[in-house]
């Protein structure tokens, strides 16, 4: 069981950045794999980007050059650093855990409450 808190949204213009935060709860956290996906209103939740236990990372490629994945297995914690944003980049953002089967990030059915980002042109 892993719990997840996402922080770190807000109301930010164009071409601006933000830093989202999601801390996870249990001892095991460096064994999963995490995601960032975000949904904005009316679609369906999509996959931004996934980091490995061991740090290696993906991309959309919406995102690719813009964002950046990173996270402490210390502190138990991802992180999404977002530069460059766009007002398509309006969405709410949510963590997830989960794991990597041939390559593919497949997610658990664990998920944080989501932050909401907000970009205005």
């Known amino acids: 069981q892993v719990q997840l808190v996402e922080s770190g949204g807000g109301l930010v213009q164009a071409g601006g950045s933000l830093r989202l935060s999601c801390a996870a709860s249990?001892?095991?956290?460096?064994?999963?794999?995490m995601a960032w996906y975000r949904q904005a209103p009316g679609k369906q939740r999509d996959l931004v980007a996934t980091?490995?236990?061991?740090?290696?990372?993906n991309y959309a490629d919406s995102v690719k050059g813009r964002f950046t994945i990173s996270r402490d297995n210390a502190k138990n914690t991802v992180y999404l650093q977002m530069n460059g944003l766009k007002p398509e980049d309006t969405a709410v953002y949510y963590c997830?855990?989960?794991?990597?089967?041939?390559?593919?990030?497949?997610?658990?059915?664990?998920w944080g409450q989501g932050t909401q980002v907000t970009v205005s042109s």
């Open positions: 249990g001892s095991t956290f460096s064994s999963y794999a």
């Open positions: 997830n855990a989960g794991r990597l089967v041939n390559m593919v990030y497949r997610a658990y059915d664990y």
């Open positions: 980091i490995t236990g061991g740090g290696s990372s």
